[in-house]
């Protein structure tokens, strides 16, 4: 899988796991790969008041990439600034 396969299967999650009043985007610059990981930075665009939330957002994501690839790659998304 490519970089910019990677970049679109997250996005499409990241739109369809939506916070309140808040959206998060992928930071491309800070992309890269080892192995079958993909290490994606991601940052929301706004401060949140609940970061847990954020957190459980990026964990559902990862663990829905997972099974839609079945483990073919795998997917950390890391929050930044």
């Known amino acids: ?3 910019e396969r990677v970049v679109q299967l997250v996005e499409k999650y990241l739109r369809t796991h939506p916070l309140r009043n808040a959206s998060i985007e992928v930071v491309k ?7 079958k990981w993909w290490y994606v930075p991601v940052r929301p665009d706004r ?3 609940r ?3 954020y957190y459980e957002v990026l964990t559902e994501i990862e663990d829905e990439i997972k099974q839609e690839m079945n483990g ?3 997917v950390l998304l890391v ?3």
Do not use: N
């Open 72 to 74: 073919e790659v795998d």
């Open 51 to 53: 970061t847990y939330e």
């Open 1 to 3: 899988m490519d970089e």
């Open 47 to 49: 401060e949140l008041p």
């Open 79 to 81: 929050p930044c600034s």
């Open 29 to 35: 610059q800070g992309l890269r790969q080892d192995g």
